[in-house]
């Protein structure tokens, strides 16, 4: 549907879609039925703004204000002012914030939204000590910066997890309530071993490593309810086929004696070397002969190239 998702990527936009809200059309009678105010229902404000002013503030608050069926909202303004009207009854909110884009987090949202909210997306590393109100209704989590410890009664019901890095938060302090995690960084052997021990409930696992030769049948524990697994493997070899021979052998080691639900194992290879030594349809043809032989009618298995993807 027109207006359903709304990306709001410059002051030019701002101004336009304020217009447009402002229209007869959207204040006519029978505007609490039809027009871009109900039709509305996600927003991406995302704006390079260094230098606030009225002129960007007047617009961005009266189209938080008049998208009064907004469920979800994505936020990277540097300025506080202009979020003053904060939505209620979001159920997705994503903030991001870079060094060359310092954007205000406002604390209101989470107040505001307790009750509705479902899933957030933050990059902020101060994310842990903003966020005091418990979230009784969060149950996915993606959290690409490093903040401090996140305590589990903040978010009670969490059950799908995206961070960074091992620690940050630690998963095992949702060991009760995860089924999903996926964890961005490369990982150590005996940290899958932690994490497999910890959360008997997971359900679906996804890791980087960098080290596909490695022999971690010692780090794997018996996970009765492991489905889903993904694995971005990183390889320097550049040989095609010694590269895909590491990696049968690696993920053979997730054998169906510890893992008997598993039934699907992506795997996403950064092979930088093979991809400057081969042709795109030298590796896809290899990748499809791996997927073949690794497969079975209980097993499906996955193999792709990032740079092909």
């Known amino acids: 549907m027109v207006y359903e998702v709304v990306h709001i990527y410059s002051i030019t936009t701002a101004r336009c879609f304020h217009s ?36 960007f503030h007047v617009p961005i608050s009266h189209i938080v204000r008049h998208c009064a069926s907004v469920v979800g909202l994505l936020w990277c303004v540097r300025s506080g002012g202009t979020i003053e009207c904060v939505p209620r009854g979001l159920q997705f909110f994503s903030f991001t914030s870079t060094v060359m884009k310092l954007a205000h987090l406002p604390p209101e949202v989470w107040e505001l939204n307790k009750d509705s909210l479902r899933a957030l997306e933050i990059d902020d590393s101060l994310f842990a000590d903003k966020l005091t109100t418990p979230l009784v209704n969060v149950t996915h989590l993606t959290i690409w910066s490093t903040p401090a410890s996140i305590s589990q009664h903040i978010l ?51 890791f980087a490593t960098y080290n596909i030769r490695r022999d971690i049948s010692s780090s794997l524990v018996h996970s009765p309810r492991l489905k889903e ?5 990183y390889d320097s070899s550049n040989s095609l086929d010694k590269a895909f021979l590491d990696l ?28 400057e030594s081969h042709t795109k349809g030298d590796i896809d043809f290899a990748c499809q002969t791996l997927m073949q032989s690794l497969s079975s009618a209980k097993l499906g298995v996955v193999i792709r190239f990032v740079h092909f993807v």
């Open 20 to 55: 447009v809200l402002e229209d007869t059309f959207t204040t006519a009678e029978n505007a609490i039925r039809v027009g871009p105010r109900v039709w509305t229902k996600h927003l991406i404000i995302d704006i390079d703004d260094l230098g606030p002013t009225s002129i």
């Open 248 to 275: 049968t052998s690696y993920i053979r080691q997730f054998s169906v004696d510890l893992f008997p639900a598993l039934a699907n194992v992506t795997v996403s290879c950064d092979f930088p070397r093979v991809d």
């Open 156 to 206: 009670p019901s969490l059950t799908h997890l995206r961070i960074s890095d091992w620690d940050s938060p630690r998963p095992d302090v949702f060991k009760d309530t995860l089924v999903s995690l996926h964890v961005r960084a490369y990982s150590q052997s005996n940290r899958l071993r932690e994490i497999l021990g910890a959360l008997y409930k997971l359900e679906v696992f996804g």
């Open 229 to 233: 697994l993904y694995i971005k493997a």
